[in-house]
């Protein structure tokens, strides 16, 4: 099994700062694409960012130019730096990883969520 734990959400600001980070753990054979995810209430779950193990990252069109993700692939982590927050930023942000385990079976795993709230 892969487990995955966020930390970084909050309470911020418009104009404000967070970063969020997530870290992958167990039994790891490889990770691919790690993602950071958003589902504000009455919608759907959508990408804001990406990064491939080797390859570019890509961002939602709402996002381009203020958030940032990173990963350290030594420690299985992904982080997203969030510049000049908006209200409509607000989300609960899921981490997701397409990981293979020890027993070489693939798929996406998921954090357990972490609340964005952007307010004055």
């Known amino acids: 099994q892969v487990h995955l734990v966020e930390s970084g959400g909050g309470l911020v600001q418009p104009g404000g700062s967070l970063r969020l980070s997530c870290a992958a753990s167990?039994?790891?054979?490889?990770?691919?694409?790690m993602g950071w995810y958003r589902q504000a209430p009455g919608k759907q779950r959508e990408l804001v960012a990406a990064?491939?193990?080797?390859?570019?990252?890509n961002y939602a069109d709402s996002v381009k130019g203020r958030f940032t993700i990173s990963r350290d692939n030594a420690k299985n982590a992904v982080d997203l730096q969030m510049n000049n927050l908006k209200p409509e930023d607000t989300a609960v942000y899921y981490c997701?990883?397409?990981?293979?385990?020890?027993?070489?079976?693939?798929?996406?795993?998921w954090g357990q969520g972490t609340q964005v709230t952007v307010s004055s």
């Open positions: 997701g990883v397409f990981a293979t385990d020890q027993f070489m079976a693939a798929r996406t795993y």
């Open positions: 167990g039994s790891i054979f490889s990770v691919d694409v």
């Open positions: 990064i491939p193990s080797g390859g570019s990252t």
